[in-house]
């Protein structure tokens, strides 16, 4: 059974940071490229980072690049997005994707909210 499970969401003030983790089962994890997207309220899902499935290449959105880190340990079948710099329209559900060609697996989201 495929299981990805994000956690590490929460309050957090402006200026603050946060670590997402995403565990993964059931599927071969070291094959398949990982991403983190974030949905806001009355917004598009958007692909916040993507990191490919050894670790090797990373790409970010504009909005979150150099306050945000997504890494990959493939050993313990996790993928974590790093958030520094937390500003309040960083707040959104933050889903973890796993994509292998036309496969592709979606976690249940953790709710980040930045607010004072």
């Known amino acids: 059974q495929v299981q990805l499970v994000e956690s590490g969401g929460g309050l957090v003030q402006p200026g603050g940071s946060l670590r997402l983790s995403c565990a993964a089962s059931?599927?071969?994890?070291?094959?398949?490229?990982m991403s983190w997207y974030r949905q806001a309220p009355g917004k598009e899902r958007e692909l916040v980072a993507s990191?490919?499935?050894?670790?090797?290449?990373?790409n970010y959105a504009t909005s979150v690049k150099g306050r945000f880190t997504i890494s990959r340990d493939n050993a313990k079948n996790t993928v974590y997005l790093q958030m520094n710099s937390l500003k309040p329209e960083d707040t959104a559900v933050y889903y973890c994707?796993?994509?292998?060609?036309?496969?592709?697996?979606w976690g249940q989201g953790t709710q980040v909210t930045v607010s004072s």
């Open positions: 990191i490919t499935n050894s670790g090797g290449t990373t």
């Open positions: 994707k796993a994509n292998w060609f036309l496969v592709e697996y």
């Open positions: 059931g599927f071969t994890f070291s094959n398949y490229v």
